[in-house]
């Protein structure tokens, strides 16, 4: 066991396979079709945090590029390499255990990057602000850092729906620390600037933690990520600010 709490958590998480990284398909599913939209044939592309690998088989399923996948978690760098393995995709998807926190040094620089509520997991805004400068770092000139992050602000709309409809508010788990929006957007980087912010994932969450929790209290159940309703959300644009899951941005605006 490490003395690191938090890689413990991923560590033992890695047994559940599939589940390993979120219990929620349709929003992992949500959050990949936003990176998505994103990328190109013929990119080269890294992710940090890449957990069990499932957004990097999706993406190479559906562009032809190189994606270069990081991971503090020995035991998701090995169920990950079973994931890709099994895919038929060793030649396009290269994995390897490492800590960001420790700012490697990478062989090359990245036409895209990408995380999936991996900066969530680090401890202080000081440590997440560095980790977003060391990412943009690692970029070509002109390259896109996808910041796929869950955003304090979007819980708080959130929460204030939720009560209106007499729910108790949702808290962050306990090994996240949910970004402050006011803070990303402040960032000082000498190499990269915010472009964007979308909120993709407003009208799932409305539905899911809104709608169908409000639906399943009045019946005395407990809501089901898999409800008919939260699936809507796969076919209709982003409405509203309670988007809990953000995809901020970054272009890198000089070698």
């Not at 309670?242 to 070698?255: D, E, P, S, Y």
Request: charged content about 20%.
């Amino acid at each position: 066991m490490s003395e690191d709490p938090i890689l413990n958590h991923w560590n033992q998480r890695a047994a559940l396979a599939e589940k390993s990284g979120s219990d929620d398909v349709i929003a992992k599913e949500i959050e990949t079709n936003a990176i998505s939209n994103h990328i190109r044939d013929g990119m080269v592309v890294a992710e940090f945090g890449c957990g069990n690998a499932a957004t990097a088989v999706n993406l190479r399923a559906r562009h032809d590029i190189e994606l270069y996948c990081f991971d503090f978690s020995p035991a998701m760098i090995e169920l990950a390499k079973a994931r890709v393995e099994q895919a038929g995709m060793t030649k396009h998807i290269h994995l390897e255990v490492c800590d960001i926190r420790k700012e490697p040094k990478q062989p090359l620089n990245f036409d895209a990057i990408y995380t999936e509520r991996m900066i969530i997991n680090l401890p202080d805004w000081n440590t997440q602000a560095n980790a977003i400068r060391y990412l943009t770092r690692n970029l070509k000139s002109g390259g896109t850092y996808l910041m796929c992050e869950n955003s304090a602000n979007g819980l708080d709309e959130l929460n204030a729906l939720r009560a209106s409809v007499g729910l108790e508010p949702i808290a962050p788990p306990w090994h996240n620390l949910y970004l402050i929006d006011e803070l990303v957007a402040s960032l000082e980087s000498p190499e990269a600037e915010l472009v964007d912010v979308e909120m993709f994932s407003a009208t799932y969450y409305f539905l899911s933690r809104v709608v169908n929790a409000s639906l399943a209290a009045r019946e005395g159940k407990s809501p089901s990520y898999d409800a008919p309703v939260n699936s809507l959300a796969l076919r209709l644009p982003p409405m509203g600010q309670c988007a809990q899951g953000k995809l901020w941005v970054f272009r890198k605006i000089h070698a």
